[in-house]
């Protein structure tokens, strides 16, 4: 027996790698130089896209049949599933894609053409050019194409942080997808050359800091090389779909179990240093508001809220559209895992990771539309645009302060019996403004700091219409009946440059003076002796800026602001 088991088992092992091989060379034979291909295939039970989401890139799902795009890694595991599959012909159509090189910004009206990586690039410098007072144009990455990760911030005041929403457009992760790419850049234009003569642009610009990335994926738009799009491929230039590559609330950090690509990691560092209220980022190959989450099943927090907004973004296309626009699944609206689940989405990222609403439309069932059709896209969408936009000034939304120094805090802003999976925001500093889109209703919000007792406020909100609740914290150290005992401090000059002088209540015991930044970063502490009666603090070497005298004493904490020089 022993030998026959040994005969049994040299044999499976010499089966094995020919069977792998085999399955390397069709793989050879199909990609040759590509980086990608699409393909679709049949599947017996939903059940099984948990799975299959997880090998390969799942682009649409209809009547049981999986459309997908793969990489030549993804793709050999899939062949080992053994699934019948057909290659979607991904040869080029004769589409006019109107390529533009040489734009004069002003001679721009229809907006019915492709620019080129370099017409783009010089066209995002333009809007700031002709707008200065109005917009900022940047970079968030260099590839290691030379290709920008390229934005515009869109406010009346672009150089300043405001207190308002910050709201993110976006379009184009999967670099063949391409209306919105244009959609966005006509947007920016619209926004700016309206600013001042149209009511609704202007309070738009003036009460939200508008930040617009026409193209996240440019590698893959220009694959062929910058003056094409034609070829445009949905991975990236590392043959990766980012939109797959992002921590993922079920599946951890790296879900599709690559490194974090140089885009995801540009886009997660904007994230982090700018906290978004809202957001969307455009697709296309369906016509659909899709909305979190689409790891798993459960709904979100704010399901209502969403179906409201994403209703009124389709409602308002189907309005000013045409029969049969944007009416995929539930005429237009789907939750992200009722449709199909993908893990690793930047959705799902930034609703979880960042406590941003960002859904993601599919604006096209064509990905690259002939140039002349951009235009009816436009028309179709630009009110849905700015409606969502709008969505960032409603609900619940104020500031966040330290009852005794004013000073703005950092607080989780929670609302009790409704908040899970992360759906809570925070207030943001320097200023502590927070911003709580939510649908109508009465909600208990539960503002909470390290160090403060929290506090629990009822707000009612109607749709459509903001409640402003500032809050002030006050300090673990003091009881709200301390407060009206507190002494004043006498503090002079004030404002100071050279060195400020701290007279001493002698009604009061004190043990030690603290010098604190905005921040709440300490640059300054002395104890106190019984024989202090006047306190002395050289300020030369500080920035200038506002800053907090403390004085601690009699279980007791007090504070003055002020500005040095």
Same mark, same amino acid.
């Given at each position: 027996?022993?030998?026959?088991?040994?005969?049994?088992? &040299?044999?499976?092992?010499?089966?094995?790698?020919?069977?792998?091989?085999?399955?390397?060379?069709?793989?050879?034979?199909?990609?040759?130089?590509?980086?990608?291909?699409?393909?679709?295939?049949?599947?017996?039970?939903?059940?099984? &896209?948990?799975?299959?989401?997880?090998?390969?890139?799942?682009?649409?799902?209809?009547?049981?049949?999986?459309?997908?795009?793969?990489?030549?890694?993804?793709?050999?595991?899939?062949?080992?599933?053994?699934?019948?599959?057909?290659?979607?012909?991904? /040869?080029?159509?004769?589409?006019?894609?109107?390529?533009? #090189?040489?734009?004069?910004?002003? #001679?721009?009206?229809?907006?019915?053409?492709?620019?080129?990586?370099?017409?783009?690039?010089?066209?995002?410098?333009?809007?700031?050019?002709?707008?200065?007072?109005?917009?900022?144009?940047?970079?968030?990455?260099?590839?290691?194409?030379?290709?920008?990760?390229?934005?515009?911030?869109?406010?009346?005041?672009?150089?300043?942080?405001?207190?308002?929403?910050?709201?993110?457009?976006?379009?184009?992760?999967?670099?063949?997808?391409?209306?919105?790419?244009?959609?966005?850049?006509?947007?920016?234009?619209?926004?700016?050359?309206?600013?001042?003569?149209?009511?609704?642009?202007?309070?738009?610009?003036?009460?939200?800091?508008?930040?617009?990335?026409?193209?996240?994926?440019?590698?893959?738009?220009?694959?062929?090389?910058?003056?094409?799009?034609?070829?445009?491929?949905?991975?990236?230039?590392?043959?990766?779909?980012?939109?797959?590559?992002?921590?993922?609330?079920?599946?951890?950090?790296?879900?599709?179990?690559?490194?974090?690509?140089?885009?995801?990691?540009?886009?997660?560092?904007?994230?982090?240093?700018?906290?978004?209220?809202?957001?969307?980022?455009?697709?296309?190959?369906?016509?659909?508001?899709?909305?979190?989450?689409?790891?798993?099943?459960?709904?979100?927090?704010?399901?209502?809220?969403?179906?409201?907004?994403?209703?009124?973004?389709?409602?308002?296309?189907?309005?000013?559209?045409?029969?049969?626009?944007? #009416? #995929?699944?539930?005429?237009?609206?789907?939750?992200?895992?009722?449709?199909?689940?993908?893990?690793?989405?930047?959705?799902?990222?930034?609703?979880?990771?960042?406590?941003?609403?960002?859904?993601?439309?599919?604006?096209?069932?064509?990905?690259?539309?002939?140039?002349?059709?951009?235009?009816?896209?436009?028309?179709?969408?630009?009110?849905?645009?700015?409606?969502?936009?709008?969505?960032?000034?409603?609900?619940?939304?104020?500031?966040?302060?330290?009852?005794?120094?004013?000073?703005?805090?950092?607080?989780?802003?929670?609302?009790?019996?409704?908040?899970?999976?992360?759906?809570?925001?925070?207030?943001?500093?320097?200023?502590?403004?927070?911003?709580?889109?939510?649908?109508?209703?009465?909600?208990?919000?539960?503002?909470?700091?390290?160090?403060?007792?929290?506090?629990?406020?009822?707000?009612?909100?109607?749709?459509?219409?903001?409640?402003?609740?500032?809050?002030?914290?006050?300090?673990?150290?003091?009881?709200?009946?301390?407060?009206?005992?507190?002494?004043?401090?006498?503090?002079?000059?004030?404002?100071?440059?050279?060195?400020?002088?701290?007279?001493?209540?002698?009604?009061?015991?004190? /043990?030690?003076?603290?010098?604190?930044? &905005?921040?709440?970063?300490?640059?300054?502490? /002395?104890?106190?002796?019984?024989?202090?009666?006047?306190?002395?603090?050289?300020?030369?070497?500080?920035?200038?800026?506002?800053?907090?005298?403390?004085?601690?004493?009699?279980?007791?904490?007090?504070?003055?602001? &002020?500005?040095?020089?």
């Amino acid at each position: 027996m022993k030998t026959l088991y040994s005969f049994l088992f &040299i044999a499976l092992f010499a089966i094995l790698p020919i069977s792998a091989q085999n399955l390397s060379e069709k793989a050879d034979k199909l990609f040759g130089v590509k980086k990608e291909i699409q393909f679709k295939f049949q599947i017996q039970s939903r059940a099984e &896209i948990s799975k299959l989401t997880r090998i390969i890139s799942i682009d649409n799902v209809k009547d049981n049949y999986i459309y997908a795009y793969a990489n030549k890694k993804e793709f050999l595991k899939f062949l080992e599933l053994g699934y019948e599959y057909q290659l979607i012909n991904d /040869k080029e159509e004769e589409t006019d894609y109107n390529m533009l #090189d040489n734009l004069n910004y002003k #001679d721009i009206q229809a907006w019915n053409f492709y620019p080129t990586y370099n017409a783009y690039d010089s066209l995002m410098s333009k809007f700031q050019t002709n707008f200065p007072n109005l917009c900022r144009s940047f970079s968030i990455k260099t590839l290691a194409s030379g290709r920008k990760l390229l934005f515009v911030k869109i406010s009346d005041n672009p150089d300043v942080n405001e207190n308002e929403p910050k709201f993110l457009y976006t379009s184009s992760m999967h670099g063949d997808e391409l209306t919105g790419y244009i959609l966005m850049l006509r947007l920016i234009e619209y926004l700016l050359s309206n600013y001042g003569t149209d009511a609704r642009i202007t309070s738009i610009i003036n009460n939200t800091e508008i930040w617009i990335n026409p193209l996240a994926n440019p590698d893959g738009t220009f694959a062929l090389g910058n003056n094409t799009v034609a070829g445009a491929t949905r991975y990236n230039a590392n043959g990766i779909d980012f939109n797959r590559n992002f921590p993922d609330p079920y599946d951890g950090q790296h879900p599709d179990g690559n490194a974090w690509q140089p885009e995801t990691m540009a886009f997660m560092a904007l994230a982090d240093s700018i906290q978004f209220t809202m957001s969307a980022n455009i697709h296309g190959g369906a016509e659909v508001c899709n909305y979190p989450f689409d790891t798993w099943a459960q709904l979100p927090a704010d399901n209502n809220w969403w179906n409201y907004v994403c209703r009124e973004y389709a409602d308002t296309v189907h309005v000013n559209g045409i029969a049969g626009y944007l #009416d #995929d699944l539930d005429n237009g609206v789907t939750n992200g895992y009722a449709w199909y689940q993908i893990t690793g989405g930047r959705q799902d990222y930034m609703n979880y990771f960042a406590h941003c609403r960002e859904f993601c439309l599919e604006i096209s069932n064509t990905k690259k539309p002939a140039a002349s059709t951009l235009p009816n896209y436009w028309n179709y969408n630009y009110r849905s645009l700015l409606n969502y936009l709008e969505q960032c000034q409603y609900g619940i939304k104020g500031i966040v302060t330290d009852s005794i120094t004013g000073i703005p805090l950092k607080a989780s802003v929670f609302i009790q019996g409704h908040d899970m999976d992360s759906s809570h925001v925070y207030s943001t500093l320097p200023l502590g403004n927070y911003y709580r889109p939510i649908y109508a209703g009465n909600y208990n919000v539960t503002y909470s700091a390290p160090g403060y007792y929290s506090k629990t406020i009822s707000s009612g909100v109607v749709n459509k219409t903001s409640t402003i609740k500032d809050v002030q914290l006050v300090p673990i150290y003091i009881t709200t009946n301390e407060i009206a005992n507190y002494p004043n401090i006498n503090i002079y000059p004030n404002p100071a440059n050279n060195k400020i002088n701290i007279l001493l209540d002698k009604n009061y015991s004190y /043990k030690e003076v603290t010098l604190t930044d &905005i921040y709440g970063k300490k640059v300054f502490e /002395k104890t106190i002796k019984s024989t202090d009666n006047l306190i002395e603090i050289n300020v030369q070497e500080y920035s200038k800026g506002l800053y907090f005298v403390i004085l601690e004493g009699n279980n007791q904490k007090i504070s003055q602001k &002020i500005v040095i020089e």
